[in-house]
Nanobody, 116 residues
Framework: QVQPVESGGGLVQPGGSLRLSCAAS????????MGWYRQAPGKERELVAR???????NYADSVKGRFTISRGHKQNTVYLQMNSLEPEDTAVYYC??????????WGQGTLVTVSS
């Protein structure tokens, strides 16, 4: 019954910024971590950033220093601030919620296109 929904994707020029948001409808009994993943054309899905409920974060090397993952004021919201975007960041971005049972709830994806 849990359905994460992403928003905030779109077209941006190199060097620009976007802020992705994700909120989950339905009930999640216990969230262990939230994350953002992306899949670029011709590539496999990869982890972009992840945050635990305790606030620990980790990032893909390719986005460190440029992207920031954060939790919203509500427990089931998560954001990804993307700065200094590069064409290589072009991908479909997915949010995911990991519960304490080991289940993963995926969003439908939002397209980010970095192009001039």
């Amino acid at each position: 019954q849990v359905q994460p929904v992403e928003s905030g994707g779109g077209l941006v020029q190199p060097g620009g910024s976007l802020r992705l948001s994700c909120a989950a409808s339905g009930r999640i009994f216990s969230i262990n971590a939230m994350g953002w993943y992306r899949q670029a054309p011709g590539k496999e899905r990869e982890l972009v950033a992840r945050i635990t409920m305790g606030g620990s974060t980790n990032y893909a090397d390719s986005v460190k220093g440029r992207f920031t993952i954060s939790r919203g004021h509500k427990q089931n919201t998560v954001y990804l601030q993307m700065n200094s975007l590069e064409p290589e960041d072009t991908a479909v971005y997915y949010c995911a919620y990991h519960d304490t049972y080991g289940l993963v709830y995926w969003g439908q994806g939002t397209l980010v296109t970095v192009s001039s």
